[in-house]
Structures are given as structure tokens and as C-alpha cells.
């Protein structure tokens, strides 16, 4: 990852300046630097994807990192995201693991609610599917999210995962009977059991920030012109 991440890097500042210009040129070079340009963009969409949600709902929605971002009703067109539905509602959670190990504390199942969803990196490969179709199996667990190399010792009565970036997110969604008034409240209590602290805090959690984002603005798709190279480079940064 750090190699590719410095290679890429590199590409970003080389090709950013030649980005707006012509798709050919009269010259070799310019046309290889458009193309690679062309392709950067589209290797590193993932990671574009991923920034772009996390500043939407981190930064600009004020949920934080280890925050949990959630939606109290069905999500409207105000939620940007490139996939989403509007069938159930979302919970969104970002983390980075640079300075040591992060928990996401899932609750179990409950009375016509569980949850469905994957613990994912900044790249958006899956670590781990939670909830009744996942690693707990709606019993519900401590999913514990270790940096890039830990060395550490491994605390008992957690599900150990290892990341490949510092940076982390999950998008869940509560698994309802229907979308009614009744079933959305269930869902928002289930949600507000989540907890998610650094390891170290462990002994003393501190108070999970929960936001709602219903009817909030949530611009979380990459803006695909010549920003999205400084968008890419500041990730690469983080990760480097």
C-alpha cells in the first residue's frame, strides 16, 4: 500500500497541471501524461469516494471521527452518496487507527431490528460483514480495528481485525419489519447502542457522539474535475 501510495503520489503532482488540456497533443509526452492523469482518477475512485463521504458526514455534518452518523427516517436525495437506497435507513462511522487500535461495540439483535453491513478500509475493501449475516451472527460483538503492522498484544473477547490503511469506515443499515413510525424508533434506539472509542479508553469509554442527518445536505460524490487531484493527494498524505 505505502509504495503504491508514494507512486501515486508522485503521479498526482506530475499530471495535475496537465489535466483541462487537450485528450492529444503535439507532443508524445503531454498525451501519455493526459492518459495517466485519466487513470489515476479511475484506479483511485475508491479512495476519491471514501474521502469525499468522510468529509460529508465528519466535517461538514459535524459528526466526527467516532461518531455515528444516522438517518431517523428513510434518507432523501439530500444523501449524496454514489450507491445508497431508500429502503432502509443508513448509519455511517469513520475511524483512523494511526495513533492505536479503535473498538466498534455492536449491540445484539433486538425485538424486529438487527443490522447489516461490512467494516470496510479507506479503499473500501470489506474486513468484516457484521450483524445476523455476519462475523457475530446478530449476537452481536467488539470488533476490534488494528493499524497497518500492530505488534501489540491482542485483548481477549474482541473480533480482531487488521487494517490496511489508518483509515476506516462502516455504512450499516438496520434491518426492519416495514418502514413505519414504530420500526424507525426501534431502529434509532438500536443505533444509539453502538459504541465506538479507542482501545485505550477502553476501561472508560467515553460518550458516543451521535448525530441525525436526516434532511442534511450530504455531499459525499467526488467532484470530477482538476480538485480531485488535490483531493487525492491529501488522502495519499494521511496514508502515506
Not at 19 to 29: H, I
Amino acid at each position: 500500500m505505502y509504495k503504491i501510495a508514494r507512486c501515486a503520489a508522485g503521479l498526482v503532482l506530475g499530471v495535475s497541471l496537465v489535466l483541462g488540456g487537450p485528450a492529444c497533443s503535439e507532443e508524445p509526452k503531454d498525451d501519455i501524461r493526459y492518459h495517466r492523469a485519466m487513470e489515476a482518477v479511475l484506479w483511485s475512485m475508491p479512495l476519491l469516494q471514501f474521502k469525499a463521504m468522510r468529509d460529508a458526514v465528519v466535517a461538514d455534518a459535524g459528526v466526527g471521527l467516532l461518531g455515528v452518523g444516522y438517518y431517523s427516517k428513510i434518507q432523501t436525495w439530500k444523501m449524496q452518496f454514489a450507491t445508497p437506497n431508500d429502503t432502509t435507513p443508513y448509519v455511517l462511522a469513520f475511524w483512523n487507527v494511526k495513533d492505536g487500535p479503535v473498538v466498534i461495540d455492536l449491540p445484539a439483535s433486538g425485538d424486529g431490528v438487527g443490522i447489516f453491513g461490512t467494516l470496510m478500509d479507506a479503499w473500501q475493501r470489506p474486513l468484516e460483514d457484521v450483524g445476523a449475516a455476519g462475523k457475530d451472527q446478530g449476537r452481536g460483538a467488539r470488533y476490534l480495528m488494528l493499524p497497518p503492522g500492530y505488534r501489540g498484544a491482542l485483548p481477549p473477547g474482541y473480533v480482531s481485525l487488521r487494517q490496511k490503511t489508518w483509515n476506516g469506515f462502516t455504512a450499516l443499515r438496520p434491518i426492519l419489519e416495514d418502514s413505519s413510525e414504530a420500526s424507525l424508533a426501534k431502529a434509532v434506539d438500536f443505533v444509539k447502542q453502538i459504541r465506538i472509542y479507542a482501545l485505550d479508553q477502553a476501561g472508560d469509554p467515553p460518550p458516543t457522539r451521535f448525530v441525525d442527518l436526516y434532511d442534511v445536505p450530504i455531499e459525499g460524490i467526488p467532484t470530477l474535475d482538476r480538485t480531485c487531484f488535490r483531493e487525492l493527494s491529501e488522502i495519499l498524505q494521511e496514508e502515506i
